[in-house]
C-alpha cells in the first residue's frame, strides 16, 4: 500500500469512474485498475464491485477511502512542512452574515487542513462596518459583497458570483420571477447592506414594483417567512450553503440572473500576503 495507490483509490470513489480516475491522477483506465487490484490483493478484501458498470465502490472500499483521505491530508502537510510552505500566523477575519453561514465553515475546514498552525479570529457585521473595521485596524480582512467604488485604502480580491434569485412558498402564484413579484407581498433583504442596495437599485432599473410591509436582515430569517407564507424574496443562491426546504421553490432573478459578487477586502498595508492568500484560496475552492 503506497500513497499513489491510496490517491488513487480516492479519485475512484470521488469520480465514480476507473476513467474518471484516471484522467484526475494522470494515468490510464488500466492502470487505475492494476492499482486497485493491487490494493484488493494487498488487503485480501473486494473495494470495488465489478458486477457493475462502472464498477462501484463496497462499504470498505468506501470506508478505506475516508481513511485514505485523512492520510493524504497528513501527508501534504508534511510536505508542506519540509518545503517551508507551511502557513504560520493569526489572522481576525470580519464576515457578513450571508458568507458565516454559508461559504465561510467550510472554508476554515480546509484552512485547518491544510494549514494547520494558521489561527483564525472570526467577527462579524455589515459590509459598511467591516470596512471601516479594517480600514481602523481591527481587522485583517473582510469578507463580503464588493462594494461600489472600493472604499479608499483597500484593496478588492474576488472569489466567487452567486446569482440571485426569487424564492417563494412552493405553490405560490406566479411562473417568473416578474409575475411572483407582482402577485404576493415582498419580504426586503435589509437595504442598508450592500446586497440590499444592490437588489433595490435592479428592481428599479427592471421597472418592477414590489409591496412591503418587512425587512429583515437575515437570510435564514426570511427563508422561514418566506416558508410560512408571508410573501416573496429576493436572496443570493449562496455556495456552500444548505439547499431550500421543500416548502420554497426559487426561480432565477432577471434572465441572465442578476448577481451579486463576494470577495476579499484587504488593507494595502496590512497582514502579510501569504496569510491572506491562503484565506482567500480556501475561499475559491469551497
Known amino acids: ?40 490483493d494487498e488487503l485480501g478484501v473486494s473495494l470495488f464491485d465489478r458486477t457493475k458498470r462502472p464498477p462501484a465502490p463496497t462499504p470498505r472500499g468506501r470506508a478505506l477511502a475516508d481513511h485514505a483521505r485523512k492520510t493524504l ?38 484552512l485547518r487542513r491544510e494549514h494547520p498552525e494558521l489561527r483564525i479570529e472570526i467577527r462579524s457585521d455589515g459590509s459598511a462596518a467591516l470596512a471601516a473595521r479594517l480600514l481602523q485596524g481591527e481587522l485583517d480582512i473582510a469578507i463580503c459583497t464588493r462594494p461600489d467604488p472600493s472604499p479608499p485604502g483597500l484593496e478588492w480580491l474576488h472569489v466567487c458570483f452567486e446569482p440571485l434569485a426569487v424564492i417563494a412558498p412552493a405553490h405560490a402564484a406566479g411562473e417568473d420571477d416578474a409575475a411572483l413579484l407582482a402577485a404576493n407581498p415582498f419580504i426586503w433583504f435589509n437595504r442598508k447592506s450592500w446586497a440590499g442596495r444592490g437588489i433595490e437599485a435592479e428592481l428599479a432599473r427592471r421597472g418592477l414594483s414590489v409591496t412591503s410591509d418587512m425587512e429583515v436582515d437575515s437570510l435564514e430569517a426570511i427563508a422561514s417567512l418566506v416558508g410560512a407564507g408571508l410573501g416573496v424574496s429576493i436572496v443570493p443562491v449562496r455556495r456552500g450553503a444548505p439547499p431550500l426546504s421543500r416548502r420554497l421553490r426559487a426561480v432565477p432573478f432577471g434572465d441572465p440572473p442578476y448577481r451579486r459578487e463576494i470577495g476579499a477586502l484587504v488593507a494595502h498595508d496590512g497582514a502579510p500576503e501569504e496569510l491572506t492568500g491562503a484565506f482567500v484560496a480556501a475561499l ?3
Open 284 to 286: 475559491r475552492a469551497v
Open 1 to 40: 500500500m503506497n500513497i499513489r495507490h491510496l490517491r488513487t483509490l480516492v479519485a475512484a470513489v470521488e469520480r465514480g469512474s476507473f476513467a474518471a480516475a484516471g484522467e484526475a491522477v494522470g494515468v490510464s483506465h488500466s492502470a487505475v485498475s492494476l492499482q486497485i487490484k493491487a490494493l484488493e
Open 73 to 110: 491530508e497528513h501527508f501534504e502537510a508534511a510536505r508542506a512542512v519540509a518545503t517551508g510552505a507551511l502557513v504560520r500566523g493569526r489572522l481576525t477575519v470580519g464576515a457578513v452574515p450571508t458568507v458565516l453561514s454559508s461559504l465561510l465553515p467550510p472554508a476554515l475546514v480546509r
